[in-house]
């Protein structure tokens, strides 16, 4: 792209001046040492030039780094770097280093914050200042597995950081702030079906085989789904739903032990197709190989900006609620360069910046500062009623929900 073209020419002529600049230095350095370590003999002092001019040459170099411009390794998931429609990472990259002299470098591992998550148990450095993109689950199960090991640092002062809408934070120790918020609802194509209102409409003859879902263990859209099911019919510990611990919801057919277990069960008895990612489960979708596929409430926003027809990028919210997936950002413990992540990070919350990352990542900005179109906000569709599980109630209890999930769903 355009934009990564003239970020990395930028950086290239930086690197080439700096590097002329040093080399320049150290053939000046040597000549003087020649000429000044001569033997009384007439005849140099080879082993004294030596010394000195590497004394020189390492001056020089400390020099240089010195006035070198500094490195911020931002870690993330993909999409937001090089995702096939439209994605951020290119445009904060430029807009960033042409405001400070530094310079960004996306790393975008296969497995996102797990990755490093494996590079801290086994010891192994983290080589990345910032994260951006973690969720709940990723803070509750880098807890567990670091114990009393941190891998992120406290956030500290951030500027923007009070402007983050009410109920969108989500680590209790502060050290993620929220940059984004999405919500996971059905996307369907009107011109083939209609939606259910329910979970339990889902499970009707006339919807069988209809709704394509991805694997909660691999996706954290379909992770976000099954967190919606577990929520609405409660995980077998108590009676009839989770609802938040404040109200009781039925189970299917008036069954009290009926679980989310159960329930998906029965999606797998009307066929649901379930697979790995997001985007698989997108792309299978528009290619039509079902009517139902499990996304973001923002789809109108890409596909209005694709120009398709929004006939066919329908939205619905299950029992008129949506699951809210904040998004946010934090910095490594041992960051190599921990003032400029959190300048960064100010700058992700700037009210244009805000806009700049919603539209581009298809998303809810995190702040109530942010600079959006006037046509979003009927475009990105907000639900009713947003539920989510916090910190403490997913503590203990994720990472048997999905290992239940995977040996009944994946198993079968």
């Known amino acids: 792209m355009d ?15 700096a590097l ?3 080399a320049g230095l150290a053939g000046l350095a040597g000549c003087s040492a020649e000429r000044v370590d001569e033997g009384a003999d007439g005849e140099a002092d080879e082993s004294n030039a030596t010394d000195d001019a590497s004394e020189t040459n390492e001056t020089d ?4 780094d010195a006035d070198a411009s500094p490195t911020l390794t931002v870690a993330t998931y993909g999409a937001f770097v090089d995702a096939p429609s439209v994605s951020p990472g290119a445009w904060l990259k430029e807009t960033f280093e ?10 975008t591992p296969d497995n996102g914050v797990n990755y490093y998550l494996e590079r801290a148990a086994s010891g192994a450095s983290i080589d990345a200042d910032l994260y951006v993109g973690l969720t709940t689950e990723d803070l509750v199960r880098a ?7 941190d891998l992120f640092a406290e956030a500290g002062a951030i500027d923007g950081s009070d402007a983050v809408r009410d109920g969108l934070r989500f680590d209790p120790r502060g050290r993620a702030v929220p ?4 919500y996971v609802s059905l996307v369907y194509d009107g011109t083939e079906t209609t939606a259910p209102e329910t979970f339990e409409g889902l499970l009707d003859e006339d919807h069988r085989g209809a709704l394509i879902a991805q694997n909660p263990g691999s996706s954290s859209t379909g992770r976000s789904f099954l967190l919606h099911t577990i929520h609405r019919f409660g995980d077998g510990g108590d009676e009839g739903g989770y609802g938040g611990g404040d109200e009781t919801v039925e189970g ?5 032990d009926y679980d989310y277990l159960d329930y998906w069960a029965d999606l797998q008895a009307n066929d649901v197709r379930v697979l790995g990612s997001w985007e698989d489960a997108y792309t299978a979708w528009s290619n039509g190989e079902a009517p139902m596929v499990v996304s973001y409430s923002t789809d109108q926003v890409f596909a209005a900006d694709a120009g398709e027809d929004l006939e066919r990028h329908q939205i619905r919210f299950v029992n008129d609620e949506a699951y809210a997936t904040p998004e946010g950002m934090a910095v490594f413990a041992d960051a190599d360069e921990p003032a400029l992540a959190r300048e960064f990070m100010s700058f992700l919350l700037e009210p244009a910046v805000q806009g700049e990352i919603a539209k581009r990542n298809v998303a809810f900005p995190a702040t109530t500062t942010a600079a959006l179109p006037d046509d979003y906000a009927s475009l990105a569709k907000e639900p ?4 989510t599980f916090g910190y403490d109630e997913l503590q203990g209890s994720l990472d048997g929900w999905i290992t239940d999930w995977e040996r009944q769903v994946a198993g079968n």
Do not use: I, K, M, Q
């Open 3 to 17: 934009d990564a073209t003239t970020a990395a020419r930028r950086h290239s002529r930086r690197r080439f001046l």
């Open 20 to 22: 002329s600049g040093a």
């Open 179 to 182: 940059f984004d918020t999405g």
């Open 384 to 387: 009713t009623t947003s539920v």
């Open 61 to 64: 170099e400390d020099a240089s």
């Open 252 to 256: 299917t057919d008036d069954d009290p």
């Open 98 to 107: 042409s405001r400070v002299d530094a310079t960004v470098e996306w790393a």
């Open 143 to 149: 807890d567990a597995e670091l114990d009393d090991d």
